[in-house]
């Protein structure tokens, strides 16, 4: 495949575009204001711009990214995504059908088709799909604005702002800036981009894409916008979906990860019931902590620990914060589970830096 630096553009956008987005975009502008959306929008567009310039200067690396423990976490987090991804497109069904079963059905057949489309090329043909689904789910929104103007359905009203949604949106700014750093699809895309331009163009026709979604919020929706939501929604969520199958491929080898994915495909709801998707909701600061791991890993390893360890401290400080402000769960077993694993991937990091410190010390004092 020749790694065209605009397809790679187009699939980082399309596999970073959650079909939560779609919905969940137009309600931050009704229910939270114009400005934590704008602060939601804008981060949600550059943090594409932000994984392309870390990884081009070299700040984040491949070596660490592989590393056994890390790369352990981010399959994880994929799987953790593929469900997020499963649940929303039920919903979807669910509410135009009105029946569980078939609902579960047609999403368990999407996963298991989108994941074996992806089985024999991997990566080529998850980013060769993303452009056709992306352009797609593009047009499927403008049609939806044009229907909203040209039949005159009624307007939405925006939340005013508040100091509280102003918080919600710079702590969902960290998270998203956060997450691909942590998102092995991305890993892959970026690493494949020879141009080292791709990802800034993914970022652009993210920040289009959230316009639209804009766009979308100032209407009150009928069902002919409804069932048009419906071809965005499927676009944008089976991207994501295929993205995730080629990233379970580093699950040992293809074969074993895309068992896991079809394995995750048909039991999804079992995850759904025993309140996984309740975690995920909460899972924003582990990405946080993740991310924060990622960058400051290398620094651990060569026992920097007066750079590592105040960067750890004040990252562990901002999470503090944002709890007591009521930005993450604390209140129910899912948002404890999630604080907990991010303060222990801190104290990891904290205890690997004084570690190699000790034997860094040790090295030049044997000298």
Not at 64 to 88: D, G
Request: net charge positive; hydrophobic share 55%; charged share 10%.
């Amino acid at each position: 495949m020749k790694r065209d630096f605009w397809k790679i553009g187009f699939s980082g956008a399309a596999s970073w575009a959650w079909g939560t987005s779609l919905i969940m975009g137009q309600q931050i502008a009704q229910e939270k204001g114009i400005i934590a959306w704008s602060i939601w929008a804008i981060c949600n567009s550059l943090t594409l711009a932000l994984l392309g310039f870390l990884y081009n200067k070299k700040l984040i690396s491949t070596e660490i990214f592989n590393r056994k423990e890390v790369k352990t976490i981010a399959l994880i987090i994929q799987l953790f995504c593929l469900l997020v991804q499963l649940n929303f497109i039920n919903q979807q069904f669910f509410k135009l059908l009105g029946n569980s079963t078939i609902s579960y059905v047609i999403t368990t057949l999407i996963g298991i088709t989108f994941t074996l489309i992806v089985f024999r090329k991997g990566l080529p043909t998850s980013i060769t799909t993303d452009v056709f689904q992306w352009i797609l789910a593009i047009i499927s929104i403008i049609i939806i604005i044009g229907i909203g103007i040209i039949t005159d359905v009624p307007l939405q009203s925006f939340a005013s702002n508040s100091t509280s949604n102003l918080l919600w949106g710079i702590w969902s700014g960290i998270i998203l800036f956060a997450g691909p750093i942590g998102d092995v699809q991305h890993w892959q895309r970026v690493s494949f981009d020879e141009s080292k331009k791709a990802y800034y163009l993914a970022s652009v026709l993210f920040a289009i894409y959230m316009l639209l979604v804009l766009g979308m919020a100032i209407f009150q929706f009928s069902k002919l916008m409804d069932s048009i939501l419906l071809i965005a929604v499927l676009c944008i969520t089976t991207s994501t979906i295929d993205s995730i199958a080629v990233a379970t491929h580093e699950i040992k080898s293809k074969g074993v990860g895309t068992i896991v994915s079809l394995i995750m495909c048909i039991t999804w709801g079992l995850f759904a019931k025993v309140g996984m998707i309740d975690l995920w909701s909460s899972f924003g600061v582990i990405r946080f902590a993740f991310a924060i791991g990622i960058l400051v890993l290398p620094i651990c390893l060569k026992g920097n620990a007066k750079v590592s360890i105040p960067i750890l401290l004040i990252s562990f400080l901002i999470m503090v914060v944002f709890s007591i402000l009521g930005q993450i769960t604390i209140t129910n077993l899912a948002g404890v589970i999630s604080f907990e694993i991010a303060a222990s991937i801190i104290l990891y990091l904290i205890i690997i830096s004084i570690t190699n410190n000790i034997r860094k010390e040790n090295y030049h004092e044997g000298i």
